[in-house]
């Protein structure tokens, strides 16, 4: 594959409007701001020597911008980068276009990088170390192996599992970040700058109520304000209030705390099936009618990090913050 189609391909990850809403700097970026000096003072020294950054992985839960930090890195540093994802990465022959195509200092971003298969894995090794990669021509007793120098360039890695990577392929990682949920008032800011990008004027207060309910994560709070601006639109001059921005998120039964319909018929099935638990997740998936894994991958973590539920030896457990958030609930 050329490498102005693997930039291409790069160019065209996500959809348009997201790109729109992301920032283009880590200057630009809100929250994080720890994470973000780091990178800034590594960046910079790297600039300064006129060396390849060294690699980077991130890792934390979807939605708090790993994606955004890998792609606001290669322009700050003014170098050409790919971007590609673990699944699409199966055997090292898919690895190898990216490599061989990539400018030195250059960024080669892969997404859930801990879906790549072992071979993948240890294939990186002297590509991230040495700059060096092997390849096979032929098969059989007339195979040859070719070592091929690489350009050095810069990996950045981003997963939510970052336990299931291999401690080799970790360990070749230079700088290693952990990415944080963000307070009510961060996501608030990113709410004003994101209402603007879309065209769409908000109130502080609406902002804010809008944050409230976006479970600390900024994918969340885009989503949201994306659906509060439909909803203005259709019912309203365009322009949101807080009233407006309640009434939109009545509307979708995302509630104070940012549950929705399914989150509130977890914990209510708990309650009015288990007498509160505990409860295997298997018996509460079968009678909500819903998948185990879809309840412990996309339900549960909220919960449980907002302390509504909790893990026990004999099964899942709700607490009374979350009763009593139940019986504030005026529509379910």
């Excluded at 673990?86 to 250059?106: C, F, H, M, W």
């Excluded at 949201?224 to 601006?229: I, S």
């Excluded at 039964?253 to 509160?276: C, H, N, P, W």
């Amino acid at each position: 594959m050329a490498r102005e189609a693997l930039l291409q391909q790069g160019d065209g990850y996500g959809r348009d409007e997201d790109r729109m809403l992301r920032p283009q700097s880590m200057a630009d970026m809100v929250g994080q701001r720890e994470v973000a000096k780091r990178l800034q003072i590594v960046v910079d020294a790297a600039m300064k020597r006129d060396e390849p950054l060294g690699h980077i992985l991130f890792d934390g839960p979807p939605g708090l911008g790993k994606t955004t930090f890998a792609t606001c890195i290669p322009k700050d540093l003014g170098v050409n980068f790919q971007l590609t994802s673990g699944p699409a990465i199966q055997a090292p022959k898919d690895l190898v276009p990216y490599l061989t195509n990539a400018d030195e200092r250059s960024v080669l971003f892969i997404d859930e990088i801990h879906r790549i298969p072992k071979a993948v894995e240890e294939y990186l090794y002297t590509a991230m170390e040495d700059f060096r990669i092997d390849i096979v021509l032929g098969e059989g007793t007339n195979a040859r192996t070719i070592n091929l120098q690489i350009k050095p360039f810069t990996l950045i890695g981003a997963t939510t599992r970052s336990g299931m990577l291999s401690a080799p392929l970790r360990d070749r990682f230079i700088l290693r970040e952990h990415l944080d949920f963000y307070t009510d008032a961060e996501l608030a800011e990113i709410v004003r700058r994101n209402a603007k990008k879309l065209g769409v004027t908000i109130d502080d207060d609406a902002a804010l109520e809008v944050s409230k309910r976006s479970r600390s994560t900024p994918r969340v709070a885009n989503n949201r304000l994306r659906w509060v601006r439909d909803y203005a639109t259709s019912r309203a001059d365009g322009h949101v209030t807080v009233e407006l921005a309640r009434e939109a998120m009545e509307m979708q039964a995302i509630d104070e705390l940012g549950l929705d319909k399914q989150d509130r018929g977890y914990l209510s099935t708990i309650i009015r099936v288990f007498g509160g638990g505990p409860a295997g997740i298997e018996a509460i998936a079968h009678t909500m009618n819903a998948a185990p894994d879809t309840l412990a991958d996309e339900v549960e973590p909220f919960l449980l990090r907002t302390e509504l539920v909790v893990r026990t030896p004999r099964g899942r457990v709700v607490t009374p913050k979350a009763m009593e958030h139940l019986k504030t609930i005026k529509w379910k």
